[in-house]
């Protein structure tokens, strides 16, 4: 099965500064990767996703990259502002699959004001 | 984003009880889930429901857990004797026909003593 790999686990960044939180799969059949924002006690909410025909999408303070080459995607937060801060997931979904989803462990992001 | 309601949202029961949670669609759609999440850990899937039927679960779903839609709305997950590691945070998910991504509710917490 898939395997997705999620890095870094936590994240502290100034306000304003740029954050970028890394996943890899392992599933080259994999061809859909959202990302999830979960604050602490609430359920994860989509913020963002990708297809693997599409290499970046960006969708105001937030952009998602993707390599299929490499296996990787990313999720880039510019600006960053103390509301960012929560526990954002990847997760990946292969194109044999629709109905399972593989998440990352996690990255708790904390945007100090 | 579509609304999925889940009771209850905070469980408290002993150990070797049973538990049923509940999660209501709002609109009809045909491919529910239920997700795991263990306080501070990824989210882990459980099953996945369409047309009133498992369509696919993981190796976490053995015989101490079941699902049924009912009465053709309510989609409900019962754990038969609970353990103390079934303390976990329940997401049920939907998804719908027109988008890739799942939906979670709010969330059931369950504690097991």
């Known amino acids: 099965g898939e395997n997705v790999e999620q890095h870094p686990s936590t994240l502290s960044v100034q306000e304003g500064d740029s954050a970028v939180i890394k996943c890899t799969y392992s599933?080259?059949?994999?061809?859909?990767f959202p990302w999830y924002k979960q604050e602490l006690g609430k359920r994860p909410q989509l913020i963002i996703d990708?297809?693997?025909?599409?290499g970046e999408k960006k969708d105001q303070r937030i952009a998602v990259t993707l390599n299929k080459t490499a296996k990787h995607f990313s999720l880039h937060i510019t600006e960053t502002q103390p509301e960012d801060s929560a526990v954002y997931f990847c997760a990946a979904r292969a194109v044999y699959n629709f109905n399972k989803f593989y998440f990352g462990s996690g990255t708790k992001l904390n945007v100090k004001p | 984003e579509p609304e999925v309601t889940q009771t209850p949202s905070h469980q408290v029961t002993q150990m070797g009880q049973e538990v049923i949670l509940r999660c209501v669609p709002i609109?009809?759609?045909?491919?529910f889930y239920w997700y795991r999440q263990i306080l501070g850990q990824k989210v882990e899937f459980l099953v996945s429901?369409?047309?009133?039927?498992?369509?696919?679960k993981s190796e976490i779903f053995d015989d101490q857990f079941s699902v049924e839609r009912p009465d053709g709305s309510n989609f409900t997950l019962k754990i038969r004797s609970t353990k103390l590691e079934d303390s976990a945070m329940y997401f049920c998910?939907?998804?719908?026909?027109?988008?890739?991504?799942?939906?979670f509710g709010e969330g059931s917490w369950l504690t097991v003593v």
């Open positions: 990708i297809r693997s025909n599409v």
């Open positions: 998910a939907k998804r719908t026909l027109l988008r890739d991504t799942i939906y």
């Open positions: 429901f369409y047309n009133n039927e498992i369509s696919e």
């Open positions: 609109s009809n759609h045909l491919y």
């Open positions: 599933d080259s059949a994999s061809n859909y």
